[in-house]
């Protein structure tokens, strides 16, 4: 199995930005589709965002599209996930996810994050008002 390690989070102004990345290692990064799901503070763990193997397919949270991107270079074995406009409902411990049984990012959405094959540590991110 590939291991991810995330970047750290951190604290963070409302309307502010901050980009995430996950590192891979292990396995070959480019047959995993690739994920970041959320966990916000007593709540359950929830999708984020989607991609591909090559980064052309990608799936969000209806809630969170147009704030979010995620992107992925193959070359460096990392994914990314831009926030931007941050909000305080977006505090949350954030997780990369991969998963090489499913190559399309809306299965990864559909089948949800107790299907999810390997995850990263949770980063946190804290955004205040």
């Known amino acids: 199995q590939v291991q991810l390690v995330e970047s750290a989070g951190g604290l963070v102004q409302a309307g502010g930005s901050l980009r995430l990345s996950c590192a891979a290692s292990g396995r070959t990064f480019s047959n995993y589709a690739m994920g970041w799901f959320r966990q916000p503070p007593g709540k359950e763990r929830e999708f984020v965002a989607a991609i591909g193997l090559s980064g052309d397919n990608t799936y969000y949270a209806q809630s969170l599209k147009g704030r979010f991107t995620i992107s992925r270079d193959n070359a460096k074995n990392t994914v990314y996930l831009q926030m931007n406009s941050l909000k305080p409902d977006d505090t949350a411990v954030y997780y990369c996810?991969?998963?090489?049984?499913?190559?399309?990012?809306?299965?990864?959405?559909?089948?949800?994050?107790?299907?999810?094959?390997?995850w990263g540590q949770g980063t946190l991110v804290i955004v205040s008002s």
């Open positions: 996810a991969a998963d090489h049984t499913k190559t399309d990012p809306f299965i990864i959405y559909i089948s949800g994050y107790k299907l999810v094959e390997v």
